[in-house]
């Protein structure tokens, strides 16, 4: 192959990612602690083999006369492996310290002792090895740890798992020759540290000849097939008629003295489902008999394990059997994907499906199929078939014998969003009032919990830590109790008086390991709990007090099974608490449906307060309103340090800018808080940090230090702890349109206290601006055709000049309103004293609109109110404005000013800002709560000393050639 070619080839092969084995496998992980092995896939062209295509059955057993071959024909070559994948379910023994154990050979020569080796290079050792099997050759030496690997232990000695082996041949030292060889090995689907092998010359060595033979020496180990998955919820079986112990009239437990009749006329298309332990010892084990002909008959169709040194399970006939033609079925723990290495002692679910067909073709469906599926995979994905046996023999009896081991129904799987209670109102915890947090907590729902689930995220951290689902106020012991105790959950009414204790509760524990919650313990194990309760008439006695109760265990319903309540619905309030602190790891609301901005509240922003656009410290009050109740506040913000805040709801009474709800940054999140503690005035009810936005989960970034962010807050007055009085404060609070944790936070009794005053202060509000929801308003949106008033310094009587030192100028156009107003001027502010000298229109003197140039170049616009208060509203960027800077440069400005709302106290009124002849920002801008005093026809000119603003009127528009004039008579008058 050409040298160009051969990087063309390069070029592709390196744009294949690698392995994902077309062999599925369930549940494989990467361990925490190999952060560097990552999922690929491999290329489609490649060929994928396993040992069933290499015609080799499965065994338990590797030995050295177990040879095959990964090419067919022309074995000793070993290009004949380019592009290709080994998958095989393989366990590495080294128990002697001989031979390196078990040693997989691969890649070698037939007849030959050559390729390269995979072993355990010392007694007990935990490492595995590859190296070349002859010297000299290619230089390889690998170590494999099994940390690294993702295995579910710490050693690969006698440990089960995926085994892959990738190669493809390329020019890897740019010779021209494609022959190296590329190796990939995979552990359970991934490749190692996410790196390739590279043999150099590994089809050209004369030395060290390579080939296409696999084989083993050493130490038995173990090696099994890889096949694609078959699920149960994908076949036939999965609608068979259900059984397992409970319909058997069997109780969970041990299987000593256990016989049961299956509730059946026959046996086909049944599926038999349990949770089995087997024990075994010695020789000795469980024997679960399948199908037997009668009670305690030790017949039919049998499973058990041969010996306690034998790790898997056998499915057949034992001794005593009357049935002929079953053989035995070795089930090999490895390829049924168990946890573990060895099916002894171990729980594992089984099914097992039976269905009578014709499966010999003669015509008669008198052949039996058995599926074995442990978990919900069918075992090595191929059903059992057993012909021309004698099925007058079999029955539809299940006995147990041997030492005796567990057994557990299982009941299908009723998932929450496929229950009775899927439409009901899904709640999380935030909606009582609690928080990530820990220990000994409690809260409310404020309605009743009846049509409602509850879900939360519980880890407990030590037997007897509990929870209490609706406990009166005379006993945080009643209500619904759910404790740890001995590593289970135990759900009973623990405490109170005859007159508030569920009485009619009787005790429920739920077995972790009848959950999937991935582990036989609920201590330390973090899960997610949904609670449903409905009220109804479940008794049959038509009084509508009884308690419906879901308990759903990761989305799945208890045992299949809702628990009831008779009689006692009143006696289940809206209360909920965490106590004996025992839940020390935070427990956080689930997902809930997304709770939406409140379109029924009065929208209020910086400018309602007179504050609009700034920076820095600042204080405002809201114009007209009496209370914050039933309001939605809006602000952009940017706060530029920690310790930066705002003060939201600052009590008229009390005049500290500190009392109210604190909105600060701290170790870059958003603390909401009372930060005055039980200072009077203070909203003591909610603590310094009630609550804590975290800038990732409200989707902000890593910070909230310098970053802007839309801030909208709600708040309703309500009675939420239903004491009569509306004095409660219902509080949301919404991060760029999305609403923190979906919930409401609720602060108890203190609403009174809750004032209409705002401040930034702390120096540390980098800027704020208002915010309006919706599209901006234009005049075109008031008025049909919009006329203006023009008017220039003209129509004041000021003649164009330069203000300059402490100059002032006054001048009435007339005590009008500026509604329907223009005014227009070509303006030019010195770059000294900006920000000092200023064009004040509509007021008396210091009140009105307010123009500033400032020393960054931009131009500021404000309106100053009659009282001092000062409502900021646009900073023009000259850059904008397609100028180079506000200062030291003549520029004209034109304002228009539209009235849209009028009242006998304030008005509010759209500002156009005109530079150059274009709409600044192509929108206006709204100023509201202002006087009629601050919004007449007049000016005022104000400069300092070593400042100057130098402003002139407009040139003349009027086209006086329709007057049959021509323009060169004004330069003859020098009218401008």
């Known amino acids: 192959m050409s040298r160009i070619k051969s990087k063309k080839l390069i070029a592709v092969i390196c744009c294949l990612c690698v392995l994902v084995s077309v062999f599925s496998i369930k549940n494989i992980k990467t361990k925490a602690e190999a952060p560097k092995t990552v999922k690929t896939e491999i290329g489609k062209d490649f060929k994928k083999v396993t040992l069933s295509d290499l015609g080799v059955d499965n065994t338990d057993k590797t030995t050295a006369e177990t040879d095959f071959w990964l090419s067919a024909d022309d074995k000793n070559n070993v290009k004949k492996l380019d592009k290709l994948l080994f998958s095989a379910y393989i366990v590495f023994n080294n128990t002697t310290g001989t031979n390196k154990g078990t040693e997989l050979h691969f890649a070698t020569q037939q007849g030959g002792d050559t390729g390269i080796a995979f072993s355990i290079t010392s007694k007990n050792g935990k490492n595995l090895s590859l190296s070349r099997i002859k010297t000299p050759g290619p230089s390889i030496s690998k170590v494999f740890y099994p940390n690294k690997a993702g295995l579910d232990g710490d050693t690969f000695n006698g440990t089960s798992f995926l085994l892959q082996i990738s190669t493809e041949f390329y020019d890897s030292d740019g010779d021209g020759d494609d022959d190296d060889l590329k190796l990939g090995v995979f552990f359970n689907g991934l490749l190692y540290e996410n790196s390739y092998i590279t043999i150099r010359n590994a089809s050209s060595s004369t030395s060290y000849k390579m080939g296409c033979r696999v084989n083993f020496n050493g130490e038995s180990g173990e090696i099994y097939s890889v096949k694609d998955p078959v699920l149960l919820k994908d076949t036939p079986d999965a609608s068979f008629k259900y059984i397992t112990l409970s319909d058997c009239g069997v109780s969970d437990g041990s299987t000593e003295n256990m016989s049961m009749k299956l509730p059946v006329d026959s046996f086909d298309k049944t599926l038999f489902n349990l949770s089995l332990l087997m024990n075994c010892s010695g020789n000795n084990s469980t024997q679960l008999h399948f199908l037997a002909k009668g009670a305690n008959d030790n017949g039919g169709l049998t499973l058990w394990i041969n010996n306690d040194s034998d790790h898997n399970l056998h499915f057949g006939t034992v001794s005593g059997s009357s049935i002929s033609g079953v053989y035995d079925t070795e089930i090999f723990r490895s390829v049924a994907n168990i946890k573990g290495n060895t099916f002894n002692n171990n729980r594992f679910i089984l099914r097992i499906s039976t269905e009578l067909v014709d499966h010999h073709g003669d015509g008669k469906k008198d052949d039996l199929k058995i599926g074995l599926f442990i978990g919900e995979q069918l075992y090595n994905s191929t059903y059992l078939y057993y012909d021309n046996i004698d099925l007058s023999k079999i029955g539809t009896y299940v006995t147990f014998t041997g030492i005796a081991g567990e057994a557990y129904s299982i009941k299908p799987a009723i998932s929450l969003d496929k229950s009775d209670s899927a439409d009901f109102k899904l709640i999380s915890l935030n909606d009582l009032g609690i928080f990530d947090g820990k220990g000994d907590v409690s809260g409310k729902y404020g309605e009743s919990f009846d049509k409602t689930v509850l879900g939360m995220n519980v880890k407990f951290e030590q037997n007897g830590t509990r929870l209490h689902y609706g406990p009166s106020k005379k006993s945080a012991y009643s209500g619904i109790g759910i404790r740890l105790d001995s590593n289970k959950l135990i759900v009973s009414c623990e405490a109170g008086t005859d007159d508030i204790k569920l009485t009619n509760l009787k005790q429920l524990i739920i077995d972790p390991s009848k959950t999937d919650i991935g582990a036989d313990t609920f201590l330390k194990t973090e899960f997610v709990l949904h609670i449903s309760t409905e009220f109804g008439e479940f008794g049959g006695d038509a009084d509508q007090k009884d308690i419906k109760l879901g308990l759903f265990i990761n989305g799945n319903l208890y045992d299949g099974s809702y628990v009831y309540i008779y009689d006692q619905a009143n006696r289940l309030t809206d209360n909920f608490n965490f106590n004996e602190g025992g839940n020390n790891k935070s427990y956080s609301s689930i997902d809930t449906p997304i709770k939406t901005l409140p379109t029924n509240l009065k929208e209020i922003t910086l400018i309602d307060a007179r504050m609009g656009d700034g920076s820095g410290n600042a204080a405002g009050k809201f114009i007209g309103l009496n209370s914050l109740d039933g309001t939605l506040f809006s602000a952009k913000l940017k706060f530029s340090k920690n310790l930066a805040r705002m003060h939201y709801g600052l009590s008229n009474e009390y005049k500290d800018g500190f009392i109210g709800i604190g909105f600060r ?145 006054y001048a009435i156009y007339d005590n009008n309103t500026f509604d329907s107003t223009a005014f227009s001027a070509n303006i030019k502010f010195s770059s000294e004293k900006a920000g000092n000298c200023a064009v004040y229109i509509g007021g008396t003197a210091w009140s009105g609109l307010r123009i500033e140039a400032r020393k960054d170049g931009s131009l500021a616009i404000s309106h100053l109110h009659i009282d001092g208060t000062q409502t900021w509203l646009l900073n023009l960027d000259p850059e904008k404005a397609g100028i180079s800077s506000f200062v030291d440069n003549a520029f004209n400005i034109r304002l228009t000013f539209d009235v849209i709302k009028n009242n006998s106290q304030y008005s509010d009124y759209l500002l156009g800002v005109y530079i150059n002849g274009k709409l600044y920002g192509d929108e206006f801008v709204t100023a509201k709560c202002v006087e009629a005093a601050t919004l007449q026809r007049t000016i005022f000119i104000y400069t300092v000393k070593e400042g100057s603003i130098e402003i002139k009127s407009l040139n003349n528009k009027v086209d006086f050639t329709i007057f049959g004039f021509d323009n060169s008579w004004k330069k003859t008058l020098t009218i401008s």
């Open 665 to 809: 940054l701290e170790d870059d999140k958003l603390i909401i808080g009372n930060e005055q503690g039980s200072k009077e005035g203070a909203l003591s009810s909610m603590k310094l940090n009630f609550v804590t936005i975290d800038p990732v989960k409200a989707g902000v970034g890593k910070t909230f230090v310098d970053t802007e962010f839309l801030l909208q807050v709600s708040i309703e007055f309500i009675d939420r702890d239903n004491d009569g009085e509306n004095n409660d404060i219902k509080l949301g609070v919404f991060i760029n349109g999305v609403m923190y944790k979906n919930s409401y936070f609720y602060i108890s009794n203190q609403a009174g206290l809750l004032g209409t005053r705002i401040n930034f202060n702390e120096g540390g509000a980098a800027s704020f601006a208002s915010y309006e929801k919706g599209p901006k308003l234009t005049p075109k949106d008031l008025k049909a055709n919009p006329t203006y008033t023009e008017l220039t310094l003209r129509d004041f009587v000021i003649k164009d000049r330069i203000f300059s030192g402490n100059t002032s100028k």
